[in-house]
């Protein structure tokens, strides 16, 4: 079975060529949202394996994203960062929060999703 992926990001192009390569390296996109607002609920409702999480979005941080999953009881779900920028950007913030990691927009690959995973 394919592990099941959920993309948060407010740019559609980035939204488009995420679920491509996720898709081509065999993962399932069960959905894609523009806020983190939504985040919550399409969880509890899609029950993603992985949520691919934007840091910067329209609403509010994918940190904060990333502290509502940790606080609520759900089936496991594992939340990898992206954003355009680097990691020492944000260095601390990505290591003090719920995600099993961070990918550069600009680098993601089914591969390295799957090696963050593991």
Do not use: N
């Not at 609920?41 to 509010?60: E, F, G, R």
């Not at 600009?106 to 593991?118: N, W």
């Amino acid at each position: 079975m394919s592990p099941t992926a959920l993309i948060v990001d407010d740019h559609p192009s980035f939204r488009a060529s995420a679920r491509a390569v996720l898709e081509a390296e065999g993962f399932e996109v069960v959905g894609e949202l523009e806020d983190g607002a939504s985040v919550r609920a399409a969880v509890l409702a899609l029950h993603p394996d992985i949520v691919l999480l934007d840091v910067q979005l329209p609403d509010m941080s994918g940190f904060d994203v990333c502290a509502q999953l940790e606080d609520f009881d759900h089936r496991a779900v594992q939340v990898i960062l992206v954003s355009s920028r680097d990691l020492s950007d944000y260095g601390e913030l990505v290591e003090a929060s719920c995600a099993c990691g961070f990918v550069p927009k600009g680098e993601l690959s089914g591969d390295l999703i799957t090696a963050l995973l593991a």
